[in-house]
């Protein structure tokens, strides 16, 4: 059964850069049939996609975070990470990362957990 | 750009039957595949309708969704409410590179 877990630091200063890797567990992050997405969800609020990859590095973000964010696949490791650059107090909320299927438009399923980021000095 | 919009809430009374709809603008909803995702306190969202109307294993008959492609719109309808239905709800789609999310509809079972 895949299984998506977000790893990374829970407080980040403002200005710097928010890091988080989703490590894969269960199947390859190299099947093609899949990409692999970012989603945050602010204290209280709804789900934003941020951006989603797929193993042979090509990348889609969502653009109110284009300038700002970096998606890398790292097929070695079995991995995906988020960058986050120049964060502010509304970066603040919990991040996900979850597989969503390449042809189809499917679902994003399954998901992590989340991992909850806090900007703040 | 692609938009979906939801109710912010709905409330409704046990066994009774209540639709959160979903409205596009920006684009044509019926171009692309609707999700829609339940998603309970301090947890993961999980799918309860793909691909339109799909129930994935496991979601009860009681969940069903459709397309109104003549309002622009998306619609998940839950039958014979039950008290543990209440959560949010979010639809979801794609257009020209972007996943789109609705900002989430709150259903209260009182």
């Known amino acids: 059964q895949l299984q998506l877990q977000e790893s990374g630091p829970g407080l980040v200063k403002p200005s710097e850069t928010l890091s988080l890797t989703c490590i894969v567990s269960?199947?390859?992050?190299?099947?093609?049939?899949?990409?692999w997405g970012w989603i945050r969800q602010p204290p209280g609020k709804g789900l934003e996609w941020i951006g989603s990859?797929?193993?042979?590095?090509?990348?889609y973000y969502n653009p109110s975070f284009r300038s700002r964010v970096t998606i890398s696949v790292d097929t070695s490791k079995n991995q995906f990470s988020l960058r986050l650059s120049s964060v502010t107090a509304a970066d603040t909320a919990v991040y996900r990362c979850?597989?969503?299927?390449?042809?189809?438009?499917?679902?994003?399923?399954?998901w992590g957990q989340g991992a909850l980021v806090t900007v703040s000095s | 750009n692609f938009m979906l919009t939801q109710p912010h809430s709905v409330s409704e009374s046990p066994g009774k039957t209540v639709t959160i709809s979903c409205t596009g603008s920006?684009?044509?909803?019926?171009?692309?595949?609707v999700h829609w995702y339940q998603q309970r306190p301090g947890s993961a969202p999980t799918t309860v309708i793909s691909?339109?109307?799909?129930?994935p294993s496991g979601v009860p008959d009681r969940f069903s969704g459709s397309i109104d492609s003549s309002s622009n719109s998306a619609s998940l309808t839950i039958s014979g409410l039950k008290t543990e239905d209440e959560a949010d709800y979010y639809c979801?789609?794609?257009?020209?590179?972007?996943?789109?999310f609705g900002g989430g509809t709150s259903l209260t079972v009182l």
């Open positions: 979801q789609s794609y257009n020209s590179n972007n996943w789109v």
């Open positions: 990859a797929y193993y042979s590095e090509s990348t």
């Open positions: 979850a597989r969503h299927d390449r042809y189809s438009y499917g679902t994003f399923d399954p």
């Open positions: 920006g684009g044509n909803i019926g171009n692309f595949y």
């Open positions: 691909e339109d109307n799909q129930r």
């Open positions: 269960g199947g390859s992050i190299s099947n093609d049939l899949y990409y």
